[in-house]
């Protein structure tokens, strides 16, 4: 099997770049995309040659970026379950409602899928360290990745970030620091660093692989529904780096006419406490602004400004999507309605779509016959805080 990739391109001036050397953003600032010689994946591989191939992500090897496939770094990564919700969407009047469950990957998050091609390909390229600022779990995806390729990784975090992913990066041996402010103050700190260490500079689309890792999510959904798109998937935005992702995915699917042309509407979910995406297409701008003090129990969507905003929001006006805001309240409730009526125990990121599908259902922008896929991102026993419970204790000699 082997990568058609071509070049890498810049979505913004369409300068083009070699993809055997390392480049990190484009000279205009502006992330850069993977492109792929579809015309010669397409004589290579089809969806026939694919239903074979083992159930992890490299199933889609073609379509990825990794030349060499000694240089692949695996834990098992992707293929996860896209089960359906029968008994909530009969409840709330859903067509059919799926859940894409990214919870039960290595490390417990769809991270694993980003940081194992951004890995395999940093590997490629005889890169011997990687730094990047997390909100936690893409720390602790790169950091247990990175010591499975034996590179040394160096990790900025949030202070309050999830302890139990500040306790994975350490214990996969990556030099962590924590920051008193947000994943945009640690940004703003490595950027600073790295020119005196020249490390790889692994931050979200700072590296142009890890999106390559996340669209293998909208692969795997279409290749589950029988090569069928659904009309709505619906995704939990932080960096938005899974929107764009999957977004790209779609039209590389409808190039190689594995899809037809339609494609199904994108949503970006995202905490009212921190919803610049959703303010800026509220205001049909191309460009989000920087939403101050935000502050969200689901910590993995607390990016107050995004280095991809403009393709995110791309991808929501091209796809007659839309971009919707819930409350912290309604996400801490949609976690338990999930576990309690579906055993869905999944982490407060995804919690938010389902809070978001909900809304979306009930004003009729989903329509009561259309299929939507909600993405859960990660576990719910990766947040053992965001819950607590007052339980009655049992005397020792009682009975219940
Ligand atoms: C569980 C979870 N969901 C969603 C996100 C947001 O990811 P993206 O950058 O693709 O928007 C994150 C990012 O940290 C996360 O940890
Ligand atoms: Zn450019």
């Known amino acids: 099997m082997k990568s058609f990739i071509s070049a890498l391109v810049c979505p913004k001036c369409q300068k083009r770049y070699d993809h055997r050397e390392i480049r990190h953003l484009c000279e205009c600032g502006s992330p850069l995309l993977v492109e792929y010689d579809l015309a010669g994946a397409g004589k290579q591989v089809n969806p026939l040659a694919i239903k074979s191939r083992p159930a992890s992500l490299w199933r889609y090897a073609e379509l990825l970026p990794v030349l060499d496939t000694s240089n692949i770094v695996t834990l098992g990564e992707g293929w996860t379950p896209l089960h359906t919700l029968d008994r909530l969407g009969a409840q709330y009047g859903f067509g059919t409602l799926y859940l894409k469950d990214e919870g039960i990957i290595p490390t417990g998050t769809f991270k694993a899928r980003g940081a194992a091609v951004g890995i ?18 893409a720390g602790a995806a790169w950091s247990v990745y990175a010591a499975r390729a034996g590179i040394a990784a160096h990790i900025l975090m949030p202070e309050d970030a999830p302890l139990i992913t500040r306790n994975e990066i350490v214990a996969a041996g990556a030099e962590v620091h924590l920051v008193k402010g947000l994943i945009s103050d640690c940004g703003k700190i490595l950027a600073r660093s790295i ?29 589950q529904l029988g090569w069928k ?3 709505v998937i619906a995704y939990p935005a932080g960096g938005g780096v899974g929107l764009i992702g999957i977004y790209k995915a779609l039209k590389e699917m409808r190039e190689l006419g594995w899809i037809g042309e339609k494609l199904p509407r994108l949503v970006a979910v995202q905490a009212a406490g921190c919803a610049p995406i959703v303010e800026a297409f509220q205001k049909k701008a191309a460009e989000s602004q920087f939403f101050p003090n935000s502050q969200t129990v689901a910590f993995g969507i607390n990016v107050p400004k995004a280095l991809g905003d403009s393709l995110v929001l791309e991808s929501l006006y091209e796809t007659g999507g839309c971009a919707i805001a819930v409350e912290d309240t309604e996400i801490l409730e949609a976690v338990l309605e999930l576990a309690r009526t579906e055993g869905c125990f999944i982490c ?14 009930a004003g009729d922008w989903l329509k009561a016959h ?28 009682g009975s219940v």
């Open 348 to 361: 407060p990121e995804g919690a938010a779509v389902f809070a978001a599908l909900k809304k979306l259902r």
């Open 229 to 231: 798109v659904p009309d």
């Open 370 to 397: 259309e299929s939507a896929v909600l993405l859960n991102t990660g576990a719910g026993i990766k947040y053992p805080g965001a819950l607590s419970f007052d339980l009655p204790y049992c005397p020792i000699d």
């Open 195 to 223: 020119p005196a260490h020249l490390w790889y500079d692994a931050s979200t689309l700072k590296e142009p692989y890890r999106i390559e890792g996340k669209k293998t999510m909208g692969y795997e959904i279409v290749e």
């Open 120 to 137: 395999s390909k940093a590997k490629e390229l005889g890169v011997r360290h990687v730094a990047m600022p997390t909100n936690g779990n």
